[in-house]
């Protein structure tokens, strides 16, 4: 593997994003990667990162902080993971978990979530590899007509 930096996300990032996650699920994105860096980048706290090697994004770990609710005082989720499929298993998302991880540490946040569907047998077991367990919270949905 090549020269790996991990940097912060930016504007700019959210083709390659947009191209990860649709070769990630074989399918086309329907999610507005555009929109959704655009309001990102304009935050103070923000803690997002990419991962490029050799100058081409090939992840992305995009978080959420809250500043309290539901018993907690102030939290992070990440809202948004990937790596491209070719590159999975070679530790580059561990690398910007990592980040993210001593990020929030920084800035005191000591609870962090995710949302795994329960048949992504693959991103859950990466996520139990980073030291995530179920949580005291249940997910609920509620579908709109």
Do not use: C, H
Not at 5 to 21: K, V
Not at 110 to 123: A, E, G, H
């Amino acid at each position: 593997m090549g020269k790996l930096l991990i940097r912060r996300l930016e504007e700019r990032d959210s083709e390659d994003i947009s191209r990860i996650q649709a070769a990630i699920t074989k399918e086309p994105g329907t999610i507005d990667y555009r929109k959704v860096i655009e309001e990102e980048v304009k935050k103070d706290n923000r803690v997002s990162f990419v991962a490029e090697l050799d100058g081409r994004v090939v992840g992305f770990i995009i978080t959420y902080i809250l500043y309290g609710g539901f018993g907690l005082q102030k939290s992070a989720w990440i809202g948004l993971f990937g790596v491209e499929p070719k590159y999975m298993g070679s530790g580059i998302g561990k690398r910007m978990a990592k980040e993210v991880f001593d990020e929030l540490t920084k800035i005191n946040i000591k609870n962090i979530f995710t949302s795994v569907k329960w048949d992504s047998v693959d991103l859950l077991s990466f996520f139990k590899s980073l030291g995530f367990d179920r949580s005291n919270f249940i997910n609920l949905e509620k579908i709109l007509d």
